[in-house]
């Protein structure tokens, strides 16, 4: 359990960077946070992290975007949109979940029920009483 605190989106962005080089091949992450708390500026330093050089957009349209030229395969969900768990069956989720990338997933809380039985949550909070740009940000080990 990791638990710690960014002031500024560079901050986060740097322990992006960190969990990226550390990241080993078949790890998940599901990404937990309101809208604006920082969940991209975290995924952009993890690819900065894994060595992806090209920009780090939220996949809004596509549920997942592919990033292969990093040191592993990058796999980056946002499954926000998604009507029903059918749909990661559609694009073969399992090939992404259980391959040698590393997955990554913001709101996964909607695929809750198809999540593998070991991954990492990272959670992202404000605390407006801390300032404007203060962020909690934790990072856990689960096991269902
Ligand atoms: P999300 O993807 O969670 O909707 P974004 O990463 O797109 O959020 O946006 C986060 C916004 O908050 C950015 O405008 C960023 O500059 C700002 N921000 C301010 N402080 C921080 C911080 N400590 N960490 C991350 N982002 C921050
Ligand atoms: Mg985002």
Known sequence: MLNTETFSPEETFQLGQKIGEQAKPGELYTLIGDLGVGKT?????????????????SPTFT???????????????????????EEMEEI???????????TMIEWANLIEEILPNHYRE???????????????????????
């Open 41 to 57: 500026v975290l995924t952009q330093g993890i690819a900065r992290g894994l060595g992806i050089e090209e920009p780090i957009s």
């Open 63 to 85: 549920i997942v975007q592919v990033y292969e030229e990093g040191r592993m395969p990058f796999y980056h969900f946002d499954v926000y949109r998604i009507g029903d768990v």
């Open 92 to 102: 073969g989720y399992e090939e992404y979940f259980y391959g040698q990338g590393i």
């Open 122 to 144: 990272i959670r992202i909070e404000k605390d407006l009483e801390q300032g404007f740009d203060y962020r909690r940000i934790t990072v856990r080990e689960v096991t269902k």
